[in-house]
């Protein structure tokens, strides 16, 4: 059942590429995004509410929904929403993201805007759930079945979802063309391809894994739509390594966090070579001038732009700037499995959790 695996953890890490394929497949039909009920043209304003690795998949579809489709987002830990009780103003879509369907503070959240929101969207991978049946839409992401706690193919999974919602709604509001939008989409068919390269360096994986098990504490950096996947790398090493780990804005560094660094704390920067790389490149300069140790994870340009004093370089494929957040969700989740793995402790079951969280 864990298809010639160790854990249900990396088959399902492994699966991606496919299951990837199979959303694409099931959302773009004919050369079209096919998402026939909603109507992007009369969302104003878009509240996005989700739990855990769900909420950092709605993070980093902020970036895309303000930038390619002009939507003004507000993202929110579903805890907080459901007894902050925020005003909802006329003309805002409520889009609740959830693998399980079945988080109890998401569905409270859910049900706080019934009737208050324009319209209530989900993006789940249990199309009978609860949080499903309270939807007036649901876009199922496809991920098939996700037995390991820490959630990984449903996360990539959510982000193509997101990703196409993000570019339905730019093509409808008029603010791409064709031709770009079919740039992107031949740019989504392609990453699956793209998931098969970043799966295939274990080795390396393994070599840094069993360096970063030695330490008591590691930051993940990220910057713009990375920041978000900082969040989750840390997240998903901290729940199966039991590492004490923090997923930081680049530029935050220096408002606090730049204190904890010194010899002994591996800093993983994720970091492709995009408009934002060079403001990356000082940051982890100030790391590495106080002993910081800057795991870089990056394409071949921004290694070689990056130049030397790293710690360690994990090379990763090219890939379009809008994608690169599902790609590098790769490496995270590698790294946090490897280290788990390096650690000894219980991968798909770790201590303390649930993999669906249906009480409060
Ligand atoms: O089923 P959901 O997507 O609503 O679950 C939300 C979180 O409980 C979940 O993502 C959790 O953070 C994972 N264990 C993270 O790997």
Redesign the pocket.
Known sequence: EKGGHKHFMAKEIAEQPAVIGDALGHHIQNGQIALPDVDFTKIDRLVMV?????FYACLTAKYWFEQLAGIPVEVDIASEFRYREPPIPTGTVALFV???GE?AD?LAALQYCEGRADQILSVVNVPESSIARGSDVVLPIYAGTEIG???TK?FTCQLVVLVLMALKAAQDKGRMDAETLNGHLTDLRNLPGLMNHALSGNTVMKKLARKLAEATDILFLGRGQMYPLAMEGA??LK?ISYIHAEGYASGELKHGPIALVDKKTPIVVMAPSDRLFDKTVSNMQEVMARGGKVLLITDAKGAEEAGDGMWETLIMPEVPDLFAPILYAIPAQLLAYHTAVAKGTDVDQPRN?AK??TVE
């Open positions: 989700a739990c855990g690795t769900a959830s693998q399980s988080t998401t706690v820490a959630s449903a997240l998903k729940e959790l669906s969280v």
